[in-house]
């Protein structure tokens, strides 16, 4: 659900070495230290380019939630809202962060508000959909999962997740046949995997 921003540039014209700079860019799929480093870096050389400076924060705030570092996370999340505050995907970041603590009325006030910015970020209704889960609304998860699966219908997890959601407000007929047709994606996927 967290986003990471690539912004594509020239690390020689950003006074920031390349392995720090791609190490801030790559902070979604680096599960070690380096990119804090190098997103710290990117900040403290007082980025002339905002945007450049707002992905530093958002990365580094992805790279603090890996860690397990939510606070942190969400310090890094409110630099780069304060400095850019139209930015969907750190509003939504920092919304799965607060989701982490158990802050969900917060954490739903941020996927309301990233989504009111971006009504086509899929990523913002899956984390709401997670947070009326946990909540307990699952009529509001089941409305967000649909807008998803509208989208992307031949998904059997995001499938199998609205039946778990209708079993559980009683609707078993619903729950059932979302059951079998992720079963039957599965069984399709399966068979056309080359041998």
């Known amino acids: 659900m967290a ?10 014209a950003l006074a920031v070495n390349e392995d720090d700079w791609d190490s ?5 799929e680096l599960s070690s230290d ?6 710290t870096a990117v900040i403290k050389a007082g980025e002339r380019m905002l945007a450049h400076l707002v992905a530093a924060y958002n990365n580094r705030g992805l790279a603090f939630r890996s860690n397990g570092e939510v606070d942190r996370a969400i310090a890094d999340y409110d630099q780069a809202i304060r400095l850019m505050p139209d930015y969907h995907v750190a509003i939504n970041n920092r919304g799965v962060a607060l989701m982490a ?14 989504i009111q910015l971006r009504p086509d970020y899929l990523a ?3 984390a ?14 089941i409305a967000d999962l649909d ?7 031949k998904n059997p997890l995001l499938i199998r997740e609205r039946g778990a959601m209708k079993a559980k407000l009683g609707d078993q007929i619903g729950a059932d046949a979302d059951f079998r047709r992720a079963e039957a994606l599965v069984s399709r996927e399966v068979q056309q995997r080359p041998r």
């Open 3 to 12: 986003a990471a921003i690539v912004v594509a540039c020239a690390p020689a």
């Open 24 to 28: 801030c860019a790559r902070a979604a």
């Open 34 to 39: 380096r990119p804090i480093r190098g997103c």
């Open 101 to 114: 603590k158990g802050e969900f009325d917060r954490a739903i006030a941020d996927f309301d508000r990233a």
């Open 124 to 126: 913002a209704f899956g």
């Open 128 to 141: 709401r959909a997670a947070a009326y889960a946990r909540k307990g609304q699952f009529d509001r998860a």
């Open 147 to 153: 807008v998803i699966i509208k989208v992307d219908p």
